[in-house]
């Protein structure tokens, strides 16, 4: 049973992971206008007042982390970064990026970038593993 859990676990990670290309491309295109987004990934009932379009769960915190890592490999490095992204928060991010990742996210988003979880989440400690 467990086997048949993790294929469909990381078939979503997959997903996730693609779909924060194309949420990263998007952005970049400047679709939502000149103005910068908020990416919040919390789970939708928690979140009434937020946008559903940019809004997950976990895999949602995966998605706009991957959205970042894109965002930040089409920055050039001697001209100034743009500031697409106002803030994001990662609510149960199932990935333990590296420093050097953090720190790239960290250089497009204009104000704050929040890690939310919880030590005591087995849950999500067995997804990361």
Aim: hydrophobic content about 45%; overall charge positive; proline content about 6%.
């Amino acid at each position: 049973a467990s086997l048949g859990l993790d294929n469909t676990w990381v078939q979503s990670q997959d997903k996730a992971i693609k779909a924060g290309r194309l949420l990263g491309e998007v952005l970049e295109k400047r679709v939502q206008g000149q103005r910068p987004v908020i990416l919040v990934g919390v789970p939708v009932n928690e979140c009434p007042f937020a946008d559903p379009s940019q809004i997950g769960s976990s895999l949602g915190a995966l998605t706009i982390l991957h959205a970042l890592l894109y965002l930040a490999s089409r920055t050039d490095k001697k001209a100034p970064l743009p500031q697409i992204v106002d803030s994001a928060f990662l609510i149960s991010l199932p990935s333990a990026p590296s420093t050097e990742e953090w720190a790239s996210c960290r250089q497009v988003v204009a104000r704050r970038l929040v890690n939310g979880w919880c030590e005591k989440d087995l849950v999500l400690a067995g997804i990361v593993r």
